[in-house]
């Protein structure tokens, strides 16, 4: 189980648009990696929409927000396009990067098991290393807290 201090796993992630993401390449800069289940689910949207909204904000504290799932690109594509997103969103189709972050979770809906994501975030500060963790993360208020936490880093 991750925890702050950990060092980030790193990966390297197809995006929204082409291209990839790779948290190597990200070192000096600190970052928020919030993982969700599933695209256009309510709480997805509201979650996705809402880092969106304080893009702006993480942008003059020195942080990059990227949402993580198993959704392919092109239905990131089509979400983003849909609600307007504008925070990029990585696919982890194998779920290597959920599985290296703690996040892959077996879970109970209705008595039924299955496994998937457990909607979590990870503030990663400028060394590469974890500086704050959330799990079990509910949306509301939860973006403005992730944001305080990343001013606090500067």
């Not at 077996?106 to 975030?121: A, D, L, P, V």
């Amino acid at each position: 189980m991750l925890d702050a201090t950990d060092q980030a796993p790193l990966f390297c992630l197809p995006r929204d648009g082409g291209g990839d993401v790779s948290l190597a390449e990200l070192k000096g800069q600190a970052v928020v990696l919030f993982f969700y289940p599933r695209d256009d689910t309510p709480g997805c949207t509201k979650e996705s929409i809402g880092f969106s909204a304080h893009l702006q904000g993480f942008a003059d504290a020195g942080t990059l927000v990227f949402g993580i799932s198993k959704d392919t690109v092109s239905k990131h594509d089509k979400f983003i396009a849909k609600h307007e997103l504008t925070t990029p969103l990585l696919s982890d189709a194998e779920a290597s990067t959920c599985e290296d972050y703690g996040v892959w979770k077996e879970k109970n809906m209705y008595g039924k098991k299955h496994w998937g994501i457990e909607r979590s975030t990870f503030l990663i500060d400028a060394e590469g290393r974890i500086a704050r963790v959330w799990r079990r993360v509910k949306v509301p208020g939860h973006v403005e807290e992730v944001l305080e936490a990343a001013q606090s880093l500067q």
